[in-house]
């Protein structure tokens, strides 16, 4: 589907402005882009200041807003819209209205352990993430190198979830057992005594396996926000419980845990959404085969693997109805804190 | 973060001199504040310890394979390789950049580029507008609008793809270009960036405004001479949030773009031959690493800025 759609380019615009082969032609293309969008910024505010007077102000206020504004009801509400209905137009998107898409979700078995698997990730992701990046935080705080042992963690923030996933599946990779191994799990494996084991082929253990490198990447993200939150504290709290005579883990649990309680909301809540959109490493690693696919990644294969466009859909939208009450919750509680 | 903290100061003495003394058996005299303290403070260092070696090991791995030869990458493990110090080889480097073979990357690593610096820049001057709109300039419907522009914050991209890109291919007549994945990237940066930079305006005097609107400075004027470089923090808080987003997405230009040399960037490259050559780790563990170094050297270079946008309530698309 994507190749049909791609090369079906009934252009008026010339090519030499859409692509470039050469590595000149692209950086070429590239700063016309930026010269374009700058002169379309420039333009703007152009109109804009042509508006003079008590009116002219609420117009210049409009014209001010108008790209953005336009750009996300071209671009985000509108596809939005037809998303929705293409979800309710049977497993090609153009056929008559009908929940079918939505039934088969519940219904079809492969379908239900995509939703299984999705349930697990959710559930499981925020909290391991989370309760390490936890525990590394208090560990480190104020400790010394303390900066180094934070970027060690985070670093895994930085790089692609491609390469995270590359980084992975040579951990997780096989050999039958009487072979010299190259992958570090299954040759922990080895030395112990066990067979080796096809990770990312045997379930559910391979979702386990993909869920753990979700995790190594958010752990970082978790350490830092808790890590933050933990200095935050005001010191004359921790004085005064002090005084009291608390100390150590009740010190954590009566003060510590309950200062933190917001950050630990927004942590878990926005790991929790970047989790149920999880698409890179599914892909790069099992590309969903072998009972490992999660909603976003069913969302693909559907809509451009097995031409089922309008079940793609239904896909994208139960990830968006599944995300609501997240963020919800979440900007809910980051107004609190604020 | 930094030991001197005079919260820090007086814990960090007490804990030295009392904690070797009294070990776990008094935890009431262990004077470290935080759980910590509970544990032995030997026991706390080990636990962090093994974290940390267990978050790096991975990485250590395929980095030290990239400099493996395609032969001992297959015949034994990683961890064998600093045996043999001599036989370490920056090959697979080379065929990962060689121009014009089949296995580069370089062509892959310009279309990153390519693909990154308006992604990035071109959200920035939309998203600083319409903050400046929604935070200093009232006009009918604000309110309502900003509302909305927050709220599509929720809306996962996925949701969009697909109708975007049949309006791109068949409307625009795009095709697989790279303006589809500039405008789409904007896109999905908006609500995000529009909310992070008019919180930050929101917060800047208002009193500055007034007085150079009684020296008779239009919303132009004030909006470059007065607003932007007092802006730089938050502006570069989003840029690099969006820079490593653009620099790492796979979905985006998997959709728009497709897997060609001409436009694909290195992760789709990545992706693509883990799935085809899933065994070519020689080309992999090299290739990997040449989509990561950047990302990390911008990231180390200015992880303030990326915190401080993180604090600030990171939720995209």
């Known amino acids: 589907m994507v190749a049909t759609l791609l090369s079906a380019a009934p252009s008026g615009i010339p090519e030499p402005f859409l692509r470039a082969e050469s590595t000149l032609g692209k950086f070429m293309l590239m700063f016309f882009a930026i010269a374009f969008f700058a002169a379309v910024f420039g333009l703007v505010l152009f109109l804009a200041s042509l508006f003079k007077g008590r009116t002219g102000e609420k117009a210049q206020g409009a014209i001010f807003a108008a790209p953005a504004v336009l750009l996300l009801a071209v671009g985000l509400m509108y596809p939005a819209i037809l998303t929705i209905i293409q979800s309710l137009r049977g497993k090609s998107g153009d056929g008559s209205f009908s929940f079918a898409n939505y039934s088969a979700m519940f219904t079809q078995p492969e379908l239900l352990t995509v939703l299984r698997n999705t349930a697990l990730w959710v559930i499981l992701v925020p909290f391991l993430a989370t309760a390490i990046g936890l525990l590394y935080a208090i560990l480190i705080d104020r400790a010394r190198g303390e900066a180094f042992a934070k970027a060690l963690i985070f670093l895994p923030m930085a790089i692609s979830m491609v390469g995270a996933s590359i980084i992975w599946k040579f951990v997780y990779q096989y050999k039958q057992t009487d072979r010299p191994q190259i992958g570090l799990l299954n040759q922990i494996l080895k030395v112990f005594g066990f067979e080796t084991r096809q990770f990312l082929l045997d379930a559910p253990v391979n979702t386990l396996m993909l869920i753990i490198v979700m995790v190594w990447i958010q752990a970082g993200f978790a350490m830092t926000i808790l890590s933050a939150a933990i200095k935050a504290i005001p010191d004359d709290i921790i004085e005064a419980a002090r005084l009291d005579g608390v100390y150590g883990l009740r010190m954590f649990r009566y003060i510590t845990l309950p200062s933190i309680r917001a950050a630990l909301v927004v942590v878990l809540t926005t790991i929790g959404i970047g989790t149920l959109k999880v698409f890179d490493i599914v892909r790069t690693m099992t590309a969903g085969q072998f009972e490992t696919s999660v909603v976003a990644n069913e969302f693909y294969n559907q809509s451009f693997r097995y031409d089922a466009p309008g079940l793609g859909a239904a896909m994208a939208v139960l990830l968006f109805v599944l995300v609501i009450p997240i963020v919800t919750y979440n900007i809910v509680q980051m107004r609190k804190e604020a | 973060m930094s030991t001197l903290q005079p919260a820090a100061t007086p814990e960090s003495v007490s804990d030295e001199v009392i904690a070797p003394r009294t070990k776990v058996k008094k935890p009431k005299k262990s004077a470290a504040g935080d759980a910590a303290g509970a544990l032995n403070s030997r026991w706390a260092s080990f636990v962090a310890v093994v974290i940390a070696v267990l978050w790096t090991t991975p990485t250590v791995g395929l980095l030290v394979t990239s400099f493996r030869s395609q032969i001992d990458i297959n015949k034994s493990g990683w961890w064998n390789a600093f045996a043999n110090p001599g036989a370490f080889t920056l090959d697979n480097y080379r065929q990962a950049l060689e121009p014009g073979s ?190 990561m170094i950047v990302p990390v050297i911008v990231f180390l270079a200015l992880q303030r800025f990326f915190v401080r946008g993180l604090l600030a309530g990171g939720l995209k698309g």
């Open chain 2, 102 to 291: 089949s296995a580069s990357f370089t062509q892959y690593f310009i279309n990153t580029i390519v693909i990154t610096v308006p992604a990035v820049l071109l959200p920035i001057f939309l998203a600083s507008l319409a903050a400046y709109a929604f935070a200093w300039m009232p006009f009918p419907g604000r309110n309502v609008l900003f509302v909305a522009v927050f709220a599509l914050q929720i809306v996962p991209l996925q949701i969009a793809l697909i109708p975007l890109l049949d309006i791109y291919t068949n409307k625009l007549g795009f095709g697989a270009s790279y303006w589809s994945v500039w405008i789409s990237h904007t896109i999905f940066a908006l609500p995000l960036a529009t909310f992070l930079i008019h919180n930050f305006m929101r917060e800047l005097p208002g009193e500055l405004m007034e007085a150079a609107r009684v020296d008779g400075a239009g919303h132009v004027t004030i909006f470059f001479k007065i607003l932007l470089p007092l802006l730089t923090p938050a502006i570069a808080a989003f840029g690099i949030f969006q820079f490593l987003w653009v620099w790492n997405d796979l979905l985006v230009s998997l959709i728009f773009l497709g897997g060609t040399p001409e436009v694909a960037p290195v992760t789709v490259r990545v992706a693509e031959l883990a799935g085809t050559r899933g065994s070519a780790w020689y080309l992999l563990s090299a290739g990997a690493f040449i989509s």
